[in-house]
């Protein structure tokens, strides 16, 4: 559903290129109705909308984002954010690598179901995290994308 400020734009929109359509072009345009017309109202509307909707809603996303970055910055975990000491389950068997991305040194596979630790360390979405394969703890960074918290159900 579109938000309010959507409808609020996109109305003003439409209101300012009747405005501008009617001071701005000739009259025997608007005495029936025709595809020209029906161009200029679309698009007209589509791009006075837009662009007052992309200058509102910027201005609102400064505002949400605000929060976020007070909890950071007093010390509250930001939703995730992996918890430094936080046990996560291995989803499918895991590549910890020795730096982030695909293209990063392998230094072991992680079986599917294995405890993971996060250290709370991330970059973008790959997490830094240590975990116990064949006896030996290691410390590497793993995709997020393939780790679930240990109270999640089983898939």
């Given at each position: 559903m579109p938000s309010v400020t959507a409808i609020?734009?996109?109305?003003?929109?439409l209101l300012l290129t009747l405005c501008l359509a009617a001071w701005l072009s000739p009259r025997a345009w608007w005495r029936r109705a025709?595809?020209?017309?029906?161009?200029?109202?679309?698009?007209?509307t589509a791009l006075l909308g837009g662009s007052?909707?992309?200058?509102?809603?910027?201005?609102s996303a400064g505002r949400t984002a605000a929060p976020a970055a007070r909890l950071a910055a007093a010390g509250t975990p930001v939703p995730g954010t992996p918890a430094a000491g936080a046990m996560y389950r291995v989803r499918d068997h895991l590549n910890l690598r020795a730096d982030t991305g695909v293209d990063a040194r392998r230094l072991?596979?992680?079986?599917?179901?294995?405890?993971v630790t996060a250290s709370g360390r991330r970059r973008g979405d790959w997490w830094q995290v240590s975990a116990v394969v064949n006896g030996r703890r290691l410390d590497g960074w793993a995709s997020s994308l393939w780790l679930r918290r240990t109270d999640e159900g089983v898939e």
């Amino acid at each position: 559903m579109p938000s309010v400020t959507a409808i609020a734009a996109y109305g003003a929109g439409l209101l300012l290129t009747l405005c501008l359509a009617a001071w701005l072009s000739p009259r025997a345009w608007w005495r029936r109705a025709n595809l020209r017309a029906a161009a200029v109202l679309i698009g007209g509307t589509a791009l006075l909308g837009g662009s007052l909707h992309a200058l509102f809603a910027a201005g609102s996303a400064g505002r949400t984002a605000a929060p976020a970055a007070r909890l950071a910055a007093a010390g509250t975990p930001v939703p995730g954010t992996p918890a430094a000491g936080a046990m996560y389950r291995v989803r499918d068997h895991l590549n910890l690598r020795a730096d982030t991305g695909v293209d990063a040194r392998r230094l072991a596979v992680v079986p599917a179901g294995t405890q993971v630790t996060a250290s709370g360390r991330r970059r973008g979405d790959w997490w830094q995290v240590s975990a116990v394969v064949n006896g030996r703890r290691l410390d590497g960074w793993a995709s997020s994308l393939w780790l679930r918290r240990t109270d999640e159900g089983v898939e």
